[in-house]
């Protein structure tokens, strides 16, 4: 079983506070309806000793849309939330681990849309450091919801209901992730992180349309893969088509890039070669200083001591 870290401090009302004293009133629309809006941003120690954050301005900017659909008033600036960062940063940091931020702006006062005020919280969490392993992925029976009841462009906690009941579908079937179709039957996401699926060498991806988040890494990946001569074509991909695929991979802040070594039980033969290509451009472009810019990568404040 899998447990949750809990860090020596959390970002909460404009401070840090520590773990303990982290916590919502129980009358906020943030507990009694699950109401925020929230960003996972990565960070990775570099080869010149920097600690940095990977598109921080894109995470900003998604944020701000997705607070926007919910009429969630955010009254941050990049800076602010930089601020806030630099502080977890500073104080929770080791060189041995990278970390994992999570940016959620709760609901704590207000009333159906009525006198809405969020407050920004953040959580930092060690991650090891190393390329991710391969994952046996499964198709869920569980469904995207469509962009006319919980959709998928806004990034709360509320439209991760489904990916907790298809994760746990797929603990039973022997999977660590869950692919889920949309409405319509074809491919939309995973749980946390996007589809790849490569055929005869052309990366292909569904287009948020179909059911997916607005993926920053997908970006940055599209990319790295017109750097390595990669077609990288975004279209609606059949159900069908993931059993007949030659590559398939997950892609998302956390997820990194992970490869995938079957779907539905059925090896995957393909070989991963171009995925495998785009994983470690990309962990060479977040390690390296200077490597080619194509991600953009924003130094937090370090311990005085790490
Ligand atoms: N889909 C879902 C449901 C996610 O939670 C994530 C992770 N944020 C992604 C896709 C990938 O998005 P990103 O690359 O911006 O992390």
Redesign the pocket.
């Known amino acids: 079983m899998t447990k949750l870290q809990e860090p020596a401090y959390v970002y909460i009302g404009g401070r840090l506070r520590p773990w303990a004293e982290a916590t919502l009133h129980i009358g906020s629309e943030a507990v009694t309806r699950g109401l925020n809006v929230f960003?996972?941003l990565k960070g990775y120690w570099r080869d010149d000793g920097s600690f940095a954050i990977v598109e921080l301005q894109?995470?900003y900017d998604?944020l701000l849309r997705s607070a926007r659909l919910l009429h969630i008033p955010c009254p941050l600036s990049l800076a602010d939330m930089k601020e806030a960062i630099d502080q977890l940063a500073e104080s929770l940091l080791e060189r041995s681990r990278d970390m994992w931020f999570r940016l959620t702006l709760y609901v704590v006062e207000g009333h159906w849309g009525e006198g809405t005020v969020a407050d920004l919280v953040v959580t930092a969490y060690h991650q090891d450091k190393g390329v991710p392993s391969p994952v046996n992925l499964g198709v869920s029976t569980w469904r995207r919801s469509a962009d006319v009841s919980l959709p998928?462009r806004i990034?709360t906690s509320t439209?991760?209901q489904v990916?907790r009941l298809a994760r746990i579908e797929g603990r039973r079937q022997g999977c660590q992730d869950m692919i889920l179709l949309n409405n319509s039957g074809r491919v939309a996401?995973?749980?946390?992180?996007?589809v790849m699926m490569v055929r005869d060498g052309i990366l292909h991806t569904p287009p948020p349309s179909e059911g997916?988040?607005?993926?920053?890494?997908?970006e940055?990946i599209r990319s790295i893969a017109v750097s390595l001569g990669i077609p990288f074509v975004q279209r609606p991909i059949d159900r069908t088509e993931l059993l007949v695929a030659d590559e398939i991979g997950l892609?998302?802040?956390?997820?990194e890039i992970q490869i995938a070594n079957s779907i539905d039980g059925v090896p995957l033969s393909g070989g991963a070669r171009a995925l495998q290509r785009l994983q470690s451009r990309f962990f060479s472009a977040v390690r390296t200083v200077g490597a080619d810019g194509l991600i953009e990568m924003t130094p937090v404040r370090l311990p005085a001591v790490v």
């Open positions: 960003e996972g894109r995470h998604r998928a990034k439209n991760y990916a996401e995973a749980t946390g992180s996007c997916a988040l607005e993926s920053i890494t997908l940055v892609c998302g802040t956390l997820a």
